[in-house]
């Protein structure tokens, strides 16, 4: 069966900094990855996605994410975080099949 | 182009009551999903639609029904409902490509049960 984890519950940083959420999964064969983000009050919208070809993938909002597969690994990055960032990140994998698992997401406070 | 849009956005009930959730789309996706949302565990899915006239179970589908009479509507149904019931309902979207496909969100929709 397939599984996301995403071991850090919230993470606060400062604005300006750089910012790395960790997504962890298990898929029997080649994963497709996917981040999304949730604004409060609010439905959750794509960031990014990777199914093939480069393994670090470009999304909106200047985030990147890197797929490792030896790792087993879709880490979220962001190299200077602005205080609209601020929101829950959520990792999700799928493929060869119309269900998509979600992590627990991770919550981001971004301080001034 | 409105999306995904849920009816309604609030709801409180009373243990036993029933009701219905709307969700529509005006993407002409073909599939469409159902999602419980509560503290700690992120999205679990709970039933979807491959297609109109078409639905399935997802990982936690008891004490709820759907129906997908036409393809732009999914609705989810709560027969009895029960407290452990209360949490945040998201319905989604996604063109009919199984493989690393978007799924778009509505806003969801907000349940209490007393």
């Known amino acids: 069966a397939q599984s996301v984890t995403q071991p850090d519950i919230h993470i606060t940083v400062s604005e300006g900094a750089s910012l790395e959420l960790r997504c962890n999964y298990s898929y029997g064969a080649t994963p497709y990855l996917f981040w999304y983000v949730q604004s409060p009050g609010q439905g959750l919208q794509l960031l990014l996605k990777?199914?093939?070809?480069?393994?670090l993938v470009q999304g909106i909002k200047g985030f990147e994410a890197e797929f490792k597969r030896s790792q087993s690994s879709f880490n979220l990055r962001k190299p200077s975080v602005h205080w609209s960032d601020a929101a829950e990140y959520f990792c999700?994998?799928?493929?060869?099949?119309?269900?998509?698992?979600f992590g627990t997401g991770t919550k981001l406070q971004v301080i001034p | 182009n409105a999306g995904v849009t849920q009816t309604p956005k609030f709801r409180v009930l009373k243990t036993g009551q029933s009701m219905t959730l709307l969700c529509a789309q005006d993407m002409n996706h073909e599939y469409m999903y159902w999602y419980r949302q509560d503290p700690g565990m992120g999205l679990r899915l709970i039933h979807y639609s491959v297609g109109e006239g078409t639905t399935a179970k997802g990982e936690v589908p008891d004490g709820y029904n759907v129906s997908r009479l036409k393809k732009q509507n999914f609705l989810l149904g709560l027969e009895s409902a029960a407290p452990s019931q209360t949490s945040v309902y998201f319905c989604a979207s996604s063109m009919r490509r199984e493989y690393a496909d978007t799924q778009y969100f509505g806003p969801g929709t907000r349940l209490t049960v007393l």
């Open positions: 990777y199914f093939s070809g480069d393994t």
């Open positions: 999700a994998v799928g493929g060869g099949s119309e269900k998509v698992t």
